[in-house]
């Protein structure tokens, strides 16, 4: 089993989709990778050999942020925002969406759920 920045990679799967695990690596990524390290993308990850792992490995180490550092580097950007309070960093805040999405109806995730008047009566009928 191909163990490559704290991620086992599945055995059965194309080494193309098994990078892919890996916070921060996506298929387009990956085969940029897979063609820096002179690998063949359908090749399973049980089929690898060890020195094709090892050129893996120090492609990423040397190249890319991923895993914790990256995650680190996401929370730092977000924290400077929420510093500095400009409009994103006031979304972020409040936990509503950023982008311009409308908020009047959708964004329940950051809005919570509808919540009702306990003990309203309604009107008598007549």
């Not at 089993?1 to 990679?9: Q, W």
């Not at 090749?43 to 050129?55: A, E, G, Y």
């Not at 409040?94 to 999405?101: D, S, T």
């Not at 008047?117 to 309604?122: L, P, S």
């Amino acid at each position: 089993m191909a163990r490559i920045e704290g991620v086992d990679l599945p055995k059965n799967k194309r080494i193309e989709i098994s990078l892919t695990y890996i916070y921060g690596i996506s298929k387009s990524r990956s085969n940029k990778i897979l063609q820096n390290a002179l690998i063949n993308p359908d090749t399973k990850t049980k089929d690898l050999q060890d020195n094709q792992i090892i050129t893996i490995r120090n492609i990423l180490s040397n190249e890319y942020e991923l895993e914790g550092n990256l995650k680190r580097l996401e929370a730092m950007n977000i924290k400077r925002l929420m510093d500095i309070s400009c409009y994103r960093g006031r979304r972020h805040r409040l936990n509503l969406p950023l982008r311009g999405q409308r908020t009047r109806t959708n964004a329940r995730t950051g809005r919570g759920t509808k919540k009702t008047i306990a003990g309203k009566k309604k009107a008598p009928r007549k």
